[in-house]
């Protein structure tokens, strides 16, 4: 290691633990022992330009153990990237480009909000599909305008998660070659030594996973470092994973103690640190050398060069190419809502009763043909779920240009990796599953939520309507969980037509994740159902005959039963106002006086009818409302039994709406 790169990658580890400690808060253990890793992938493998963060061929880094954020940081401030030693000084404090843990879209670099470990290695197999899948559908002989990696470096807790396996499994199995993966194996836990709980032999279970596996000795050695990461781009045929032994907390009085993860070292072992590290000026803060500037600034030039040819390249493909230079264009630009909202033959549904994830089948097969970019799957449900695009072909190591992708009883990788087919960016991604088994992948839905991705999630069998299959498989709080989560559209469609109304708004989202639950079983499509409507998220699917006394509010497979039971109320001279209420957090965007127009404050009367829990409902019923709700979880039995033994008929629900009328 030379004298200048020594000091770079010191300028890394010093640097770090001042940000840390400045804030009195973080992790300075992993920067300090992962800091060669991080060097010599930016510096010399990695090809990336400051200048352009966005540049579409660039590679790929997910800092995995979102923890170790100060490293990150500490890259981006010395390449260039945008960040001040000004904003280092501000980690984790509030509003600042430091957070503690990476975020997405908030700090100019990073390429995903990671936190969750395990989270990182999920979404940089996402990443290294999509630049598999856009190679294949665009790469031409001479013309390899898609042609980059997705290096990752995560720790220990990483590979401990549940997630990581998943992940890894299909990569492997997917032969996603240009995927490197860096183990920063230190050993060391929050709770100590990592034998305590963690003693599997971890490359050869990612070898059976089928990856080539490598293990540098030395953490500190770049020149190993640097032939690894060679050796890993040379093989054509698998993903790499690449253990690097370090020492966390390296340098420090703290090397090798699981106190050097979590907590700041302490002002005087900083100073020692420094002086250990021969760095100059030990006692003074946030002091970097100007040949480590000067180096760094020359290193983040090569980057520069090599966007500017492959500017020569694209352009020289775009004059060749016409026809693959539109199709990229459409690949990379947002659907247009207008043409889509005025396109009749997406909106067009049958008169025969149908199942809502049915519906969702077909509006998946018309967007293939609107939407060349619509990748996804299903945790091996596919035909239940209906999510197969036809004619559409299979992602696989032997056709990436498939999009119909097969994720296995992988759920939890499923989320991650449709995020990172997104971040990749020229992709409008989408996954499914039983609804019941969105348990699996709420931590990867949050992430989503976060970063502000445009996922499309599908959830099929959403209710006791499920049947035979039992309470295990009858989902119950899973709407209210998800109701609760910011920045997701979770749209419940009552037939084909709403079903239509959350295809669009799944189609043309730009920031908000959408969850579209539907049934399995069939649902007729509902006089006075309106998809223009529905794009409100609630609205008056039936009106009151007479003098309004009360109003249902119903999703889903319910709204017929509301329905039904109005005109049982109607027979008795009791009108009501049915409210379809597809999606909450939509109609909550609308006008006070559009909510006002539909949900009157002065009928105080309501009932909420709802095959799930009814936690949540209180804010549209109010204190005079009830719920037809489910309070148990469900039962093993045919659908129609379950509906009438929980209340969901008609003959209930008026019963309900009369009792209370009668009491207001």
Request: charged share 20%; aromatic share 8%.
């Amino acid at each position: 290691m030379s004298n200048i790169e020594n000091k770079c990658v010191n300028a890394i580890r010093v640097l770090s633990a001042d940000t840390v400690q400045k804030a009195k808060s973080g992790h300075p253990g992993m920067p300090l022992g992962a800091a060669p890793i991080a060097y010599e992938l930016w510096a010399h493998h990695m090809k990336h330009n400051p200048k352009n963060p966005q540049w579409a061929n660039r590679d790929r880094f997910i800092l995995s153990s979102g923890h170790a954020s100060a490293m990150l940081y500490s890259l981006l401030h010395l390449f260039g990237y945008g960040l001040t030693l000004d904003d280092m000084k501000q980690f984790r404090q509030e509003d600042s480009l430091t957070p503690g843990h990476p975020e997405y879209g908030h700090t100019v670099g990073v390429e995903a909000t990671t936190g969750p470990l395990g989270s990182g290695i999920g979404m940089a197999v996402g990443m290294a599909m999509a630049e598999a899948h856009l190679a294949a559908k665009f790469n031409k002989p001479d013309f390899p305008i898609v042609d980059h990696y997705t290096f990752v470096i995560c720790g220990d807790g990483c590979l401990m998660e549940g997630i990581s396996s998943e992940s890894l499994s299909l990569a492997g199995t997917l032969a996603l070659n240009k995927l490197i993966i860096l183990y920063d194996s230190n050993k060391i836990s929050i709770e100590g030594s990592t034998d305590i709980a963690f003693t599997e032999n971890v490359q050869q279970r990612v070898a059976a996973f089928g990856f080539q596996t490598l293990t540098i000795e030395d953490g500190n050695n770049l020149e190993e470092l640097g032939a690894a990461i060679e050796a890993a781009k040379a093989e054509k045929n698998l993903p790499s994973f690449i253990t690097v032994k370090t020492h966390i907390g390296y340098g420090s009085a703290k090397q090798d103690s699981a106190s050097s993860h979590g907590e700041p070292l302490g002002e005087e072992n900083v100073i020692a640190l420094k002086k250990n590290l021969g760095w100059d000026k030990p006692e003074e803060t946030f002091y970097i050398p100007a040949d480590v500037y000067e180096h760094y600034s020359k290193l983040a030039a090569q980057g520069a060069t090599a966007e500017s040819a492959w500017e020569k390249l694209f352009a020289d493909y775009a004059e060749k190419f016409p026809d693959e230079k539109i199709l990229w264009d459409k690949y990379f630009a947002p659907v247009d809502a207008e043409k889509l909202l005025n396109d009749e033959n997406f909106w067009q549904v049958p008169d025969k009763p149908q199942a809502t994830r049915a519906s969702s089948g077909v509006m998946i097969n018309r967007l293939k043909d609107i939407m060349p970019n619509l990748i996804g799957g299903s945790a091996d449900l596919g035909p239940s779920n209906k999510t197969i695009m036809k004619g559409a072909g299979e992602f696989g190591k032997d056709n990436y240009g498939g999009r119909n992708v097969h994720f296995g009883v992988r759920e939890m990788a499923m989320a991650a990796i449709t995020n990172g087919l997104i971040l990749h960016g020229g992709l409008h991604a989408y996954c499914a599953t039983f609804f019941v088994f969105v348990d699996y992948m709420k931590p990867m839905m949050r992430l989503a939520s976060l970063m502000k991705l445009p996922v499309t999630y599908i959830f099929t069998h959403d209710s006791i309507g499920v049947g035979e299959d039992g309470p295990t498989h009858q989902p119950i709080e899973q709407l209210a969980m998800l109701r609760a989560q910011p920045n997701l559209n979770v749209f419940r469609a009552a037939d084909a037509v709403e079903t239509a109304a959350g295809w669009y708004l799944a189609a043309t989202a730009k920031e908000t994740p959408t969850a579209l639950i539907l049934t399995r079983q069939n649902l007729p499509t509902i006089k006075g159902s309106d998809a223009t409507a529905a794009l409100k998220g609630g609205y008056v699917i039936s009106e009151a005959a007479g003098t309004c006394a009360g109003i249902l509010i119903a999703t889903g497979s319910e709204v017929s039963i509301a329905l039904d039971a109005q005109a049982l109320l109607a027979e008795e001279n009791i009108f009501v106002r049915v409210v379809s209420m597809p999606c909450q957090e939509i109609f909550e965007q609308q006008s006070d006086e559009y909510k006002e127009s539909v949900l009157p404050k002065k009928i105080r009367a309501r009932v909420a009818v709802e095959a799930a829990s009814d936690f949540g409902w209180q804010k549209y019923i109010g204190l005079d409302g009830a719920t037809v709700a489910m309070k148990t979880f469900g039962a093993s039995a045919p659908a129609k039994v379950l509906f009438k033994k929980f209340g969901f008929t008609k003959e209930n629900v008026a019963q309900v709406m009369k009792s209370v009328i009668e009491k207001i």
